[in-house]
């Protein structure tokens, strides 16, 4: 690998062009009218901005798509018939698009990594998510600043992931620090940003995100018992839940999803695989019409316990990355960090 | 183009023959396209083109791989989509999934099968695994209950599983014509030899469950000889839509949905 390099700020519109011209889609952070969001580069620097603490939407979206249309197929005319049918007139498409996203924070490249090994990496290897991914490269933004919140640091989600980053990037007085950290990013930083970044040999400045709010270690291992989760009382904060499924929505880890078929012409349909969220009434529906999560406190207690001693067992890391979308964008504003920090005890 | 298997796509069965059990439970035997491989317990998801796709445990001997026979109770929309279709008509399927009993493990040893209603369709598979290599087996009892005679299904085939394992057929709410056991599945585990060794394969409502659970521990079995096959709402069947999961650590469809109580005490015991 290479060493560290400095891109100068300005010739980032001149990296975005470059990317834009060698990639099918470049992801970047734009202004938009409601904050700051992810949204396809189309060569508009003016909305570009890498200050930012939190989008609105989460780049995830870009790799799994909350709806994704596993295949189309036709039924033949009336579903009677005579004689047996060898095949059905299945069809589907994996989609590759070679895309970049470009400065996602490190807790985002994080939820990345998790989703990596509950879609790829235990048994059964979901294929939509792979031909996606395999084509993505990804370029963290080392994040200095966080608002009441973040809690990237009590999960240590605030420093890059450096098995599932290609590059990463540091913001400094200098100019924007730079390092490879795959073979695709070093191949980006050598053959396409040559001639715009100059070398540094200075020390890799440490992230300091400095949380307003905090998890401790100790309620993290409780947490990851799972047991004290079930027992804390949720109630006064659930209360004012309006079960919208933002959080869910937003949240960059979650990944429980629903298959339904969807008509689209006379005799044809699609097989679509839809995010579900576990904060609805259907998500634990089950066949005599019992639901499982009947109350609002119990459906935000699985989504807690979900994220921490379900995601630990299973695939040995926290499925929370401490982004703080879930409270930030919730219209009720429900702190999950409030409710563990106050409620979860030994 | 298509090199990658892709694990979300179906193959197509049709329906061969249809029985009926009950008003609303019938039995379709499907001829699949390609021979699967399975072991009792394990679910196949049954896709209703232009409806959607359900899991349902496979109800036939693992011994036969081209044909599989899977018993649908009118519930919903899908499974009101199969009861419309008709022999000849189309279905997909994909899977097997799930664990499904150790076949290999269960040898030599006392078996003791409790079941209500279409529970019994879960472990119909393992019975006509038992019925095929009686032999490989000890004591054999299957308990089945439901309220009504009217309810019962497998009508057909009492006569041949009472010829070789002891069958109890009981009814919570019998009419006065009724010449068999009477009241719950509960009542006759007393009539059954329990020693160390014995196996107790559970399946029913979540509260049928419960109870038996709780009166079999009462009797000094171990939770780990207790084997119960839990329903969720599956929708992949692989554990990659996270949907079926029961507490931290377990997905029914790739854990399950053949569980030890030991595995699932708290699951099964809270419906009481």
Redesign the interface.
């Known amino acids: 690998m290479t060493g560290t390099h400095i891109i100068l700020e300005d010739k980032l519109e001149h990296v975005l062009a470059r990317l834009s011209r060698e990639y099918d889609r470049v992801i970047v952070p734009q202004k938009t009218r409601n904050g700051v969001a992810f949204k396809e580069y189309h060569g508009d620097y003016s909305k570009v901005t890498l200050d930012y603490i939190r989008t609105i939407n989460n780049p995830v979206l870009y790799i799994k798509p909350a709806e994704i249309t ?2 189309t ?1 036709t ?2 005319e009336g ?10 007139n ?1 069809d ?1 498409e ?1 989609p590759r698009i070679r895309q970049v996203l470009f400065a996602i924070h490190p807790c985002d490249a994080h939820a990345i990594r998790y989703l990596d090994i ?2 790829t990496g ?7 998510y792979k031909a996606m991914r395999d084509n993505t490269v990804i370029i963290v933004l080392e994040c200095n600043k966080s608002d009441e919140y973040c809690f990237c640091e009590s999960l240590g989600t605030h420093e890059t992931p450096e098995d599932t980053a290609d590059i990463k990037l540091a913001k400094t007085e200098k100019g924007i620090l730079a390092k490879p950290l795959s073979d695709t990013g070093e191949r980006i930083i050598k053959e396409l940003l040559s001639d715009i970044i100059v070398e540094y040999d200075g020390e890799w400045p440490k992230p300091k995100p400095g949380n307003k709010i905090k998890i401790p270690e100790w309620k993290l291992k409780l947490l990851e018992k ?1 047991e004290p989760v079930d027992k804390a009382s949720a109630e006064k904060y659930v209360e004012k839940c309006v079960l919208c499924e933002t959080c869910t929505n937003l949240c960059p880890t979650c ?7 969807v ?1 689209i012409g006379i005799n044809k ?1 699609k ?1 679509v ?1 839809r995010k ?1 969220s576990c904060q609805s009434r259907y ?8 639901v499982l999560l009947e109350r609002k406190e119990l459906r935000f207690k699985w989504r807690i ?2 994220k921490y ?2 995601s ?3 695939y040995g890391i926290y499925g929370c990355v401490g982004c703080g979308r879930c409270t930030a964008l919730c219209p009720s504003k429900i702190s999950i960090v409030e409710f563990i920090n106050k409620e979860i005890e030994g | 183009m ?1 090199t ?9 069965a ?1 329906i061969e023959s249809i029985r009926y059990e009950t008003i609303d439970i019938r039995t379709y035997t499907l ?1 699949l ?1 390609e021979p699967i491989e399975f072991t009792p317990g394990q679910f196949v998801e049954v ?1 209703v ?5 359900i899991p349902i445990s496979i109800a036939s001997s693992p011994l036969v791989r081209n044909r599989i026979e899977i018993t649908v ?1 009118r ?2 929309m899908v499974t009101t989509g199969i009861f419309n ?2 022999v ?3 279905l ?1 399927i994909r899977g097997p999934y799930g664990k499904g009993v150790p076949l290999k493990e269960i040898k030599d040893k006392n078996i003791v099968i409790i079941a209500t209603g279409i529970g019994i369709a879960a472990w119909r598979s393992l019975i006509l695994y038992i019925l095929e290599r009686r032999n490989e087996f000890k004591d054999v009892t299957v308990i089945y209950g439901t309220r009504y005679p009217e309810d019962l299904i497998y009508r057909y085939e009492y006569d041949y599983w009472s010829s070789k394992i002891n069958l109890i057929v009981t009814l919570s709410r019998p009419p006065e014509t009724w010449k068999g056991y009477k009241g719950r599945v509960t009542k006759y585990i007393d009539k059954v030899k329990i020693d160390e060794e014995t196996l107790f394969f559970v399946c029913g ?2 509260v049928v469950m419960a109870s038996v659970a709780k009166e079999l521990i009462s009797r000094g079995v171990k939770p780990d000889k207790i084997l119960v096959s839990l ?3 599956m ?2 069947g ?6 079926c ?1 029961i ?3 377990y997905f029914v469809c ?1 854990d399950g949905p053949v569980f030890t109580l030991s595995q699932v005490k708290e699951e099964i015991l809270g419906e009481l």
């Open positions: 596993l295949y197929y039924i033949p579903i009677m018939l005579k004689e047996p049918i060898k095949a059905f299945i589907y994996i509950a879609l235990k048994g059964v290897v979901d294929p939509y799972g990944f429980c999803s629903d298959i339904v078929h008509p349909f097989a695989k579900a998500y634990s529906m089950i066949a005599v019409e019992k316990l979900h001693a379900f630990k067992r299973m | 298509q990658v298997r892709n694990p979300y796509i179906p193959k197509p049709h001829h396209s896709l083109p232009g409806l959607g796709e109770q519930r919903g279709m008709g000849g008509g189309i997909g409502s979540p329903e969720r709402h929708k992949c692989m554990g990659l839509c996270a949907r999961m507490k931290p650590g790739r």
